[in-house]
């Protein structure tokens, strides 16, 4: 039973683990997914990083907000779970939140069993684990991630060839320059030497040997 789905239609507070918050109307909940409304957009949210959600929460910048006609993925008379959300967001441009101080804008490609394969105009192809997405917000349908038209960012399929899981698809590098958790940290960018046991070595600028737990690793991307 989701014991959420009676806050339906009422404002709420939520923490997210890496010091988010939102507020705003609660649309839907699945059992490992909610959504609310904040007025202007969307916030998919799967319900493990949720900390705490105020359900008594006030605010008179929410108080106004309109209860939607429609929402922009899922659907309203069948239930909604995290994997749906994903296959139905294909395609759609969308802002996500997986680590850093920034989102990344773009649309996805495919959905694995334990990752995903988002495609963005500044990262390009990017493989991600599932269960490290923190929230997913669908663009209005007028907007274009960078104002990109459809020849600068066309909506095509993945090409890539595809392992069934991350760490399996990871080994398909080894050899290659690869980025980690967006770069933020110079000791995940190098050359994949190897992987085994959850773990990933890297060799780093100085030539010096890094091992990373591949269960910690948010993102993967190429130069």
């Keep these: 039973m989701n014991s959420y789905k009676v ?8 923490s997210l683990s ?9 649309i839907d909940t699945g059992p490992d997914i909610m959504v609310i ?17 105020n359900f008594e929460y006030e605010n008179k ?6 209860k939607p006609d429609d929402i922009p993925i899922g659907d309203r008379q069948a239930s909604i779970s995290f ?10 441009f969308t802002e996500i939140y997986v680590t850093g101080q920034q989102s990344i804008h773009g649309y996805i490609t495919n959905i694995m069993n334990d990752y995903f394969v988002f495609y963005s105009p500044v990262y390009k192809t990017m493989f991600i684990p599932l269960h ?10 007028h907007e274009r991630p960078y104002a990109l038209d459809n020849e600068e960012l066309p909506l095509t399929p993945s090409t890539v060839s595809l392992s069934r899981t991350f760490e399996e698809q990871c080994k398909k ?6 980025i980690f958790d967006m770069g933020h940290d110079p000791t995940k960018i190098g050359k994949l030497t190897k992987i085994e046991n959850s773990q990933i070595e890297l060799v780093i600028a100085r030539q010096q040997a890094i091992s ?6 948010k993102s993967l991307h190429f130069p």
Excluded: C, W
Excluded at 83 to 92: D, E, Q, S, T, V
Excluded at 173 to 178: A, F, S, V
């Design 37 to 53: 409304y904040n007025g202007h957009d969307f916030i998919y949210i799967p319900i493990i990083h949720i900390q705490y959600v």
């Design 83 to 92: 994997r749906k959300i994903l296959n139905n967001a294909k395609g759609i």
């Design 18 to 26: 890496g010091h988010i918050h939102f507020s705003g109307m609660l």
């Design 212 to 217: 990373i737990n591949s269960n910690h690793v």
């Design 61 to 66: 910048n929410n108080n106004d907000i309109a």
């Design 132 to 141: 490290h997405l923190k929230f997913l917000k669908p663009y209005n349908s």
């Design 173 to 178: 590098y080894i050899g290659k320059i690869t």
């Design 7 to 14: 806050y339906r239609g009422e404002l709420v507070e939520l």
